[in-house]
């Protein structure tokens, strides 16, 4: 079973950035989709973006032009760039790839606040 492992969140102030990465013990985020997700406290988790097998992109409508998803195939390893964070973006973010009852890693914790 592939092992997704989160790096990158951590404390930020209003407005500014962060690179979340994903990295996989194996070759699949070149055919399997790949989502990015978050959970805040006391709200369920929910869809941030998404990168396609063929390379497509998605995100939902409160990160769209915010944030952006990319994917290096030679390093296992797919990004979420976060860009312009507000409080509203603190949570855990989660890589899971082949929908909710795929892999998931154990996710990172981003927290947006002066």
């Known amino acids: 079973q592939v092992q997704l492992v989160e790096s990158g969140g951590g404390l930020v102030q209003p407005g500014g950035s962060l690179r979340l990465s994903c990295g996989a013990s194996?070759?699949?985020?070149?055919?399997?989709?790949t989502g990015w997700y978050r959970q805040a406290p006391g709200k369920q988790r929910e869809w941030v973006a998404i990168?396609?097998?063929?390379?497509?992109?998605d995100y939902a409508g409160s990160v769209k032009g915010r944030f952006t998803i990319s994917r290096d195939n030679a390093k296992n390893t797919v990004f979420l760039q976060m860009n312009s964070l507000t409080a509203d973006d603190t949570a855990v973010y989660y890589c899971?790839?082949?929908?909710?009852?795929?892999?998931w890693g154990q996710g990172t914790q981003v927290t947006v606040s002066s």
């Open positions: 990168i396609t097998r063929g390379g497509n992109t």
């Open positions: 194996g070759s699949i985020f070149s055919i399997a989709n």
């Open positions: 899971n790839v082949g929908g909710p009852s795929g892999a």
